[in-house]
C-alpha cells in the first residue's frame, strides 16, 4: 500500500571488504531469496540451492579461518549477514546459524587433521551441518542427556534419539552430543557423524507453528558405527564444548531476530505511510507514530547489544553473560516488535497476504531455540549474584 523503495539498515562495518560483503548479501537477498520467501514458507519448502549458492559465495563459513575454507570474518560482521538473511527469511538465516554452529566443534576442538580432513567440505563445500544436543527427555536440562556411544574396538557405537533438530533428516554432517561416561556433563563426548551413516534415521519433521520451510525433526541413532578418528576433543569434553558453541550460536539467535524485527518495522512503516484514515496517512496520529518509535527503539538496542557481545567476542574476552543478554533482549524484542506490526496493520495483518503475521509466528520460536528465555535470565542471575544455592 506503499510506494516507499526499500530501506536497508546502515552499517558501520570495520573494513571496506566487509561493505562489499554486505552488498554481496544484499543482492542474493533481492535475487534469490525475498521474491519467494512467502510462498516457499507457506508450501514449507526447503530452499537447499540457496544454501548451495551460499556456501559457493562464501557465506556458510565466514567466521572461521580461510586456511580450511573460512571467511576469516569477525563475529561482528558475520552476524550482521545473518540479520541480513533473517530479513529476508528466517529460515535461511537460522540455518546459516546452525550450520556455522554444526561447525564450532570441529573448528575449535578438532585435531589438526580432522580440520584438515573435513573442515573444508563443511564450510565451503556445500555441505549441509546440523547441531544434536537436544533429546525429547532433556532439552534445558542438556547434562541430562542419554543418548549413548560405547567404544567397540577403532569404533564408538551410538543408540540413541535426538529430539527439535534442525535440517534433521537433510544435513550432510550432524555434530552429536552423547554418553560415553559417568551420568552429569562429565560423561559427555561430541562425534561428527555423517548424515548417510547406516542406522541413522529422522522421524517425520514437526509441523510447526512458523519456521515450515525449515525442517526439524528428531533423529534416531540404531547402533550408529563412527570411527573414534570423527571424535572430537577428548572423552567427556562434549559438554563443555557444547556450551562454548551455545555463547556463539546464542548470538546467532540474536542477529535473526533482530533481521525478524527489521523486516516487521519496515512492513509496518510503509503499510502506515500508504494507508489513509480520515483523509490522511495513518502514520500521522500519535497513537501509532509512538509504536512505531517503539518498534525502532527496541530494534536499535538489541542490534547494539548483539554487536557489543561480538566486539568482546572478536576481541577474545569472556561474552557469555553479554550472549545470555542479547539473546533474551533480542528475542523478546523481536516479538513484541512482530506483534505491533500486526497491529499497524489492522486486520490485514492479521490475514497471509500481508507478511507480518508470518513474521510474528516465525518470532516466537526465537525465544525458545538455544536455550529458551528462562534459561538465559538464570545465566545471567549467576553471573550476577553466583550459582543458587544447592
Known sequence: ?????????????????????????????????????????????????????????????????????????????????LEELSAARLTVGLGVSVHSLACHALAGYGTKDQRTEHLPAMLSGGLLGAYCLSEPASGSDAASLRTKAVRDGDDWVVTGTKAWITHGGIADFYTVLARTGVEGARGITAFLVPGDAAGLSAAVPEKKMGMKGSPTAQLHFDGVRVPDAR???????????????????????????IGVAQAALNEALGYATGRKQFGRPIADFQGLRFMLADMATRIEAGRALYLE??????????????????????????????????????????????????????????????????????????????????
Open 1 to 81: 500500500m506503499s510506494d516507499r523503495a526499500p530501506q536497508w539498515v546502515e552499517r558501520r562495518l570495520p573494513t571496506e571488504e566487509s561493505n562489499q560483503l554486505i552488498d554481496l548479501v544484499r543482492d542474493i537477498v533481492q535475487r534469490e531469496i525475498a521474491p519467494r520467501a512467502a510462498e516457499e514458507e507457506e508450501a514449507g519448502r526447503f530452499p537447499r540451492e540457496v544454501f548451495t549458492l551460499l556456501s559457493e559465495s562464501g557465506l556458510l563459513g565466514l567466521p572461521y579461518d580461510s586456511e580450511h575454507g573460512g571467511g576469516d570474518q569477525p563475529y561482528e560482521v558475520y552476524l550482521q549477514v
Open 231 to 257: 571424535r572430537i576433543g577428548d572423552e567427556g569434553q562434549g559438554f563443555a564444548i557444547a556450551l562454548s558453541a551455545l555463547d556463539s550460536g546464542r548470538l546467532g539467535i540474536a542477529a535473526c531476530a
Open 309 to 390: 557481545a561480538a566486539r568482546l567476542r572478536d576481541a577474545g574476552r569472556p561474552f557469555s553473560r553479554q550472549a545470555a543478554m542479547a539473546k533474551l533482549f533480542c528475542t523478546d524484542a523481536a516479538m513484541q516488535v512482530t506483534i505491533d506490526a500486526v497491529q499497524v496493520l489492522g486486520g490485514y495483518g492479521y490475514t497471509q497476504d500481508f507478511p507480518v503475521e508470518r513474521l510474528m509466528r516465525e518470532a516466537k520460536v526465537l525465544q525458545i531455540v538455544e536455550g529458551t528465555n528462562q534459561i538465559q535470565r538464570m545465566v545471567i542471575a549467576r553471573h550476577l549474584a553466583g550459582p543458587e544455592s544447592r
